[in-house]
């Protein structure tokens, strides 16, 4: 697969990690994607996509892209053979700006990019994109519909400050300590964290420390959970291996057998890191 990103012009980047452009064969027919503490804007180009937000959840098909808030769960992603998108990797609080409703209503439910944006706009931005010159102009093009949407949100500054402390400390720090640093109750924080980013401090917290024990793993090695989990501040392994079932779907032991097929089937693939195969 070809894959492109660059981090995008202030004030977007604040808001955003990169933007990308992938094109090709996905390694599997369908990809299982663990929650992390980030949110997802997909422009489609091909053909359309299938994205299952949860495990209760319906599988829906996309065809102009999706919309994906701050998971709390594992979702699955089903890419066309090939395929061909510009999207965003966006920071927990970014797609704030751009939602016409409270992210609390995509929690864990993908929206079309047309639900967001609407039919007439994301049709005129996707055949824009479409007969671009290639993959940069295709992200500036991105870039430049995100800067002409960028609009001023309530609360945004307060949510923005309290989440960079919850990602300086990788997820551990107290809730008590947050509301010292935002300044505010926690119930004002937590009603703003779920209208910005549509999960509370805590439950955000919680996906950090997570995502950041997990990236820890070498799974081409030996790997001791205990020591892993009492690193990671867990109370104790058994709590561990349910925040793993939570936020992956698979127990710690079937989850590395799954990270090193992919690791052996696929070696040095640019999606090899995060993606699992869920087929």
């Known amino acids: 697969m070809e894959y492109v990103s660059r981090v995008p012009r202030p004030p977007l980047d604040g808001l955003i990690d990169d933007l990308y452009y992938l094109e090709g064969a996905p390694p599997y027919a369908r990809l299982r994607l663990p929650a992390a503490p980030a949110a997802l804007l997909i422009v489609n180009l091909g053909a359309p996509f299938r994205v299952r937000g949860g495990a209760d959840i319906e599988t829906s098909e996309y065809a102009d892209g999706c919309v994906v808030t701050t998971p709390t769960r594992a979702w699955e992603f089903a890419y066309p053979l090939p395929t061909r998108s510009v999207g965003a990797h966006v920071k927990p609080w970014g797609l704030a700006p751009f939602l016409p409703m409270p992210a609390a209503e995509l929690r864990d439910r993908p929206v079309t990019v047309e639900q967001v944006w609407g039919r007439p706009a994301v049709a005129e931005l996707r055949d824009r994109l479409a007969t671009a010159d290639g993959p940069h102009e295709m992200m500036t093009l991105l870039e430049e519909e995100l800067m002409r949407r960028l609009c001023e949100t309530a609360g945004l500054g307060l949510v923005r400050h309290t989440s960079s402390v919850i990602t300086a400390t990788s997820g551990a720090v107290t809730i008590g300590d947050l509301n010292v640093a935002a300044g505010v109750s926690s119930t004002h924080l937590a009603k703003r964290f779920k209208e910005l980013i549509g999960v509370t401090p805590k439950r955000l917290a919680r996906t950090h420390r997570f995502a950041a024990t997990v990236l820890t793993i070498d799974p081409a090695g030996p790997v001791d959970w205990g020591e892993l ?42 999606l090899d890191g995060w993606p699992l195969p869920a087929d």
């Open 229 to 270: 989990a009492a690193g990671a501040g867990y109370f104790d392994q058994a709590h561990f291996g349910h925040e793993f079932q939570a936020f992956t779907g698979l127990t710690p032991t079937r989850y590395i057998e799954v990270r090193r097929r992919f690791l052996r089937e696929h070696p040095g693939h640019t």
